[in-house]
């Protein structure tokens, strides 16, 4: 209980701390490349979660996060072609980039149940704070109609992650 | 110079034909992340196609097991209705996703 707990707060304040360190509302370019480097690191996630568990659940809802983050990531590349855009790194983008790195090393000091928790716990917590930023801050903030609609798009379907994740927490109990 | 077979084979596409008029195609799209319409009503022998118009993979699985239809990002995939009885049915990757089929015999 203590260490999920302390990882959603660790994972809710990192990036909404992120996000609030940049003073001025962040630009369409720099809302892409937050967005796109989420995806990046919840896919770089399951991946070594692939690598690492064998609990058939866990397994399932790694799966679906490669499949549906590389799919969002893919009509985000798309988008910007065609908007002419450039995603323009920030400091957002590299705090989170910075954080998900310390946390696919802690993780992958751990195996086994203790891996598969802590795995899910961070899930919970990072779509949490993934879908709060977006709700709070990245969706109000986009100007271009395309762009926050593929963002909206993307809310609803990590809020349906964020479900799932909870779901095979209480399963990992 | 008619050949014997050709009573058969007429008989054959006039029995096809029949069939497939009274069996109906029934389309459900899913889009946005939501099945539409969310309940359907059909007889069996009719053809459900689940038009997947978003770039995620859906499925359209029965929760009592009978079927799990396989739905590629922008792709259809479609059923032929074997059995009556109301299913319920959800996207497995997106199980917010929910529908109901009614079934007559």
Same mark, same amino acid.
Not at chain 1, 100 to 119: M, P, R, T
Not at chain 1, 140 to 146: C, I, T, V
Not at chain 2, 28 to 38: F, T
């Given at each position: 209980?203590?260490?999920?707990?302390?990882?959603?707060?660790?994972?809710?304040?990192?990036?909404?701390?992120?996000?609030?360190?940049? +003073?001025?509302?962040? !630009?369409?370019?720099?809302? *892409?490349? =937050? &967005?796109?480097?989420?995806? $990046?690191?919840?896919? @770089?996630?399951?991946?070594?979660?692939?690598?690492?568990?064998?609990?058939?659940?866990?397994?399932?809802?790694?799966?679906?996060?490669?499949?549906?983050?590389?799919?969002?990531?893919?009509?985000?590349?798309?988008?910007?072609?065609?908007?002419?855009?450039?995603?323009?790194?920030?400091?957002? +983008?590299?705090?989170? !980039?910075?954080?998900?790195? *310390?946390? =696919? &090393?802690?993780?992958?000091? $751990?195996?086994?149940? @203790?891996?598969?928790?802590?795995?899910?716990?961070?899930?919970?917590?990072?779509?949490?704070?993934?879908?709060?930023?977006?709700?709070?801050?990245?969706?109000?903030?986009?100007?271009?109609?395309?762009?926050?609609?593929?963002?909206?798009?993307?809310?609803?379907?990590?809020?349906?992650?964020?479900?799932?994740?909870?779901?095979?927490?209480?399963?990992?109990? | 110079?008619?050949?014997?077979?050709?009573?058969?084979?007429?008989?054959?596409?006039?029995?096809?034909?029949?069939?497939?008029?009274?069996?109906?195609?029934?389309?459900?799209?899913?889009?946005?992340?939501?099945?539409?319409?969310?309940?359907?009503?059909?007889?069996?022998?009719?053809?459900?196609?689940?038009?997947?118009?978003?770039?995620?993979?859906?499925?359209?699985?029965?929760?009592?097991?009978?079927?799990?239809?396989?739905?590629?990002?922008?792709?259809?995939?479609?059923?032929?209705?074997?059995?009556?009885?109301?299913?319920?049915?959800?996207?497995?990757?997106?199980?917010?996703?929910?529908?109901?089929?009614?079934?007559?015999?």
């Amino acid at each position: 209980m203590f260490v999920r707990l302390s990882a959603a707060i660790a994972a809710v304040s990192l990036l909404s701390g992120a996000v609030m360190a940049q +003073s001025a509302k962040p !630009s369409d370019p720099q809302i *892409a490349h =937050i &967005a796109y480097t989420a995806g $990046l690191i919840d896919i @770089a996630a399951a991946k070594q979660a692939l690598g690492k568990t064998s609990n058939k659940d866990v397994r399932s809802f790694a799966e679906d996060m490669v499949r549906d983050h590389e799919a969002v990531n893919k009509q985000a590349l798309d988008l910007v072609k065609k908007l002419n855009v450039t995603p323009e790194d920030n400091d957002t +983008s590299k705090t989170l !980039s910075k954080n998900a790195a *310390a946390k =696919i &090393a802690e993780l992958d000091k $751990l195996s086994g149940a @203790a891996f598969d928790k802590a795995y899910v716990a961070n899930e919970v917590a990072y779509h949490k704070a993934v879908d709060s930023t977006l709700e709070t801050t990245l969706i109000p903030s986009a100007s271009n109609a395309e762009l926050k609609s593929l963002l909206q798009t993307g809310l609803k379907i990590f809020q349906g992650h964020e479900q799932h994740a909870e779901h095979v927490a209480s399963m990992l109990k | 110079m008619k050949p014997r077979w050709i009573i058969p084979v007429v008989a054959g596409l006039v029995s096809g034909v029949s069939i497939s008029a009274l069996a109906a195609t029934i389309q459900i799209s899913m889009d946005n992340l939501e099945i539409s319409p969310a309940e359907v009503s059909a007889k069996v022998g009719d053809t459900v196609e689940w038009v997947n118009k978003d770039a995620f993979a859906h499925t359209a699985t029965a929760r009592n097991g009978d079927w799990d239809v396989m739905l590629p990002p922008k792709k259809s995939g479609s059923l032929v209705l074997k059995k009556a009885g109301t299913v319920e049915y959800y996207c497995r990757y997106h199980p917010n996703m929910k529908a109901t089929l009614t079934i007559a015999p």
